[in-house]
């Protein structure tokens, strides 16, 4: 069973601080990696994906890849309260075009 | 990015009966997906629809209980049959990019069986 484990939380952070959010994923195969922000009520939103070992950054948003650990994370600089919500780790399987999903780790950033 | 709406964005259902889910893409896409998100849960793949033939289902679903159509590469419908209030759940379509394997979500469709 290919699996994407993130920590469920709450990740409770000041406003101002790095918020670290954590990955880990079983398929050895898979080759691209996604961060979806999901508020809730509402419908995940792709914010990051990474494709090779290393960081990628995007405005207050650094992805970071390790593939042979098998861990992805995602750093927040300068964490904002709408910044709070669920973050979802995704991993495509092996080559294929289907994506497996962590169940989320929520976030709450305090003024 | 192409836009991607569902209709309904919400309902309210007896149980025994059926309701279909729309989901329409303002461009051509290859790849479009169906997900259940329960409370509180992740998302789950129920499954790829594919443009002119059958779905791929994934394991715990069947075309019986939640058959799809892909008429064509813009528009695909979820239905869920004989509902039952474990049914009661969001249900979300993507389409996907095949170079970036990147998928983009419609707003979801939020169901209460009763």
């Known amino acids: 069973q290919k699996e994407v484990e993130q920590n469920s939380g709450p990740l409770s952070v000041p406003e101002g601080a790095i918020a670290s959010l954590n990955c880990t994923y079983s398929d050895r195969g898979s080759q691209s990696f996604f961060w979806y922000r999901q508020y809730s009520g509402k419908s995940p939103e792709l914010i990051m994906s990474i494709y090779s070992n290393g960081d990628k950054e995007d405005g207050r948003f650094t992805a970071q890849l390790n593939k042979a650990s098998q861990y992805v994370s995602l750093l927040i600089r300068d964490s904002q309260p709408s910044d709070s919500a669920t973050y979802l780790c995704a991993v495509n399987e092996g080559r294929g075009d289907k994506l497996i999903f962590g169940t989320g780790t929520r976030l709450q950033v305090f003024p | 990015s192409a836009v991607i709406s569902q209709k309904p964005s919400r309902d309210i259902c007896q149980r025994g009966t059926s309701l279909t889910i729309q989901c329409q893409v303002d461009?051509?896409?290859?790849?479009m997906f169906w997900y259940r998100q329960q409370p509180g849960q992740s998302l789950t793949l129920i499954a790829t629809a594919n443009q002119g033939s059958e779905a791929t289902y994934e394991s715990g679903f069947v075309i019986d209980k939640f058959p799809i159509s892909r008429p064509n590469l813009t528009f695909s419908t979820l239905t869920v049959s004989n509902m039952s209030p474990e049914d009661s759940s969001i249900y979300l379509c993507?389409?996907?990019?095949?170079?970036?394997?990147?998928?983009?979500f419609g707003p979801g469709t939020r169901l209460t069986v009763l």
């Open positions: 993507s389409f996907g990019t095949p170079s970036t394997d990147t998928q983009y």
């Open positions: 461009s051509q896409v290859t790849m």
